[in-house]
């Protein structure tokens, strides 16, 4: 496969290694959502309160940031094959730890440690953006998206249904399982890439936040995806203990399923990445933005009915994933040489919402239940359509065109 990659001379990315990167990034995000169907089930064993247990989904998001500060811009200074290989066996490692925790801390320690390192797919997304070309960045980053969001959707579903057959750590053992063969495929068939910043790695770091006060691009589009996720976040996090408790009463696999209703978000990202090649960027951020404040009506409906709760969820999860895909076309093309930096700094802000609208959840569902969650979700969603507002004003409409810059050489071998 790397030998098709080195051989076409058109220069575009292969399709079976487009898959293979897409495969490998929602692999890697699903081990952070795994735990969401299963609260209920691990309070239960591990002896912890719906608030402790909530802070298992936390704590991945706050390792995940951890990750996207500390090694994420290594793949401007390392090979980025090797430093992939590597964050994909030490996340299978993590998650054992998980899988093995007899206590409510050594639950939380592995899923930090294991989030920390899952940050692999985030090496993964702009490797994928290095080898398009520009004319099908949008395209090529949209498909891998739409990989991370089958991972992230679906590992719900399958948790659920491999909780029914071997309790909740039977999803952890099959995880790990799966992120070991995974590392041995793209060590394998990724090419070699290498594009040094020339920067020690203080130095690295420095630079990545340095990216954020001279871009003001990416400090808006930084902002605009962290609410979205915050609001996002607000709904995976509650709709479990709706589920679980006694407006419905579902079993595990049952709340599940709810991922592959949500799975239609993942069509968002491809078609939204191909409209960002055709210019219609910000028509994408903004329609999305608006559509997840629309959504959290039917949502807050679906306390009382099944029917207006899937509408919700799928509307939801499509609008958030048309914002995240359209910024993520923005930042790539501000910097091309140091697009392991500007990943880093979006997408710690991103995850950084995501958060803070679970911790959020925690305590609204405490005082206000299922009506207060939804209020909190629509006012981060209007939070997410203001600052786009606030840099069309700010910025202006040129320096958010959908032109994709040449990226800058980098070395790639078989």
Do not use: C
Request: net charge positive; proline share 3%.
């Amino acid at each position: 496969m790397t030998k098709t990659f080195m051989d076409r001379g058109d220069g575009r990315l292969p399709r079976g290694l487009l898959l293979l990167m897409s495969a490998a990034t929602g692999l890697a995000v699903a081990g952070n959502y795994l735990a969401h169907p299963l609260l209920d089930l691990i309070g239960g064993e591990l002896g912890l309160s719906p608030s402790l247990a909530a802070l298992v989904v936390t704590a991945a998001q706050l390792g995940y940031g951890l990750g996207l500060i500390l090694l994420v811009p290594l793949g401007d200074l390392v090979e980025r094959r090797r430093l992939a290989v590597m964050l994909y066996a030490a996340t299978s490692v993590f998650l054992l730890v998980s899988a093995t925790a007899t206590s409510g801390a050594a639950l939380l320690a592995g899923t930090v440690l294991a989030a920390l390192t899952s940050v692999g797919a985030q090496v993964v997304v702009p490797f994928a953006a290095t080898l398009a070309r520009p004319a099908e960045r949008g395209r090529v980053v949209g498909t891998v998206m739409t990989g991370l969001v089958l991972g992230l959707l679906l590992a719900r579903t399958a948790s659920g249904a491999l909780a029914d057959l071997g309790g909740w750590r039977t999803a952890y053992w099959v995880q790990a399982g799966l992120m070991a063969l995974m590392a041995v495929l793209l060590r394998v068939f990724l090419p070699r890439l290498r594009t040094s910043a020339g920067l020690s790695y203080p130095a690295l770091l420095r630079s990545t936040l340095g990216l954020l006060r001279s871009e003001p691009v990416l400090r808006w589009r930084a902002g605009i995806a962290a609410m979205a996720l915050a609001s996002f976040s607000v709904l995976w996090t509650a709709l479990t203990f709706l589920l679980a408790g006694p407006a419905y009463g579902w079993t595990e696999s049952a709340i599940g399923l709810f991922g592959l209703a949500a799975a239609a978000g993942a069509l968002a990202a491809s078609v939204a990445g191909r409209l960002a090649d055709r210019g219609h960027v910000q028509k994408i951020t903004a329609a999305g933005a608006a559509l997840m404040l629309a959504s959290w009506l039917p949502i807050g409906l679906g306390g009382r009915s099944l029917l207006w709760l899937v509408v919700g969820v799928v509307v939801l999860d499509l609008a958030q994933q048309a914002v995240l895909n359209s910024n993520q076309n923005v930042v790539y093309a501000l910097r091309p040489e140091a697009r392991n930096r500007v990943n880093s700094a979006f997408m710690t802000s991103y995850f950084a919402g995501g958060a803070a609208g679970s911790a959020l959840t925690s305590l609204v569902w405490a005082h206000a239940g299922w009506s207060g969650v939804s209020v909190l979700g629509a006012v981060l969603s209007a939070g997410a359509l203001a600052l786009w507002a606030g840099e069309r004003l700010t910025v202006g409409r040129s320096r958010n065109s959908s032109a994709h810059p040449a990226p800058a050489a980098a070395a790639v071998t078989g």
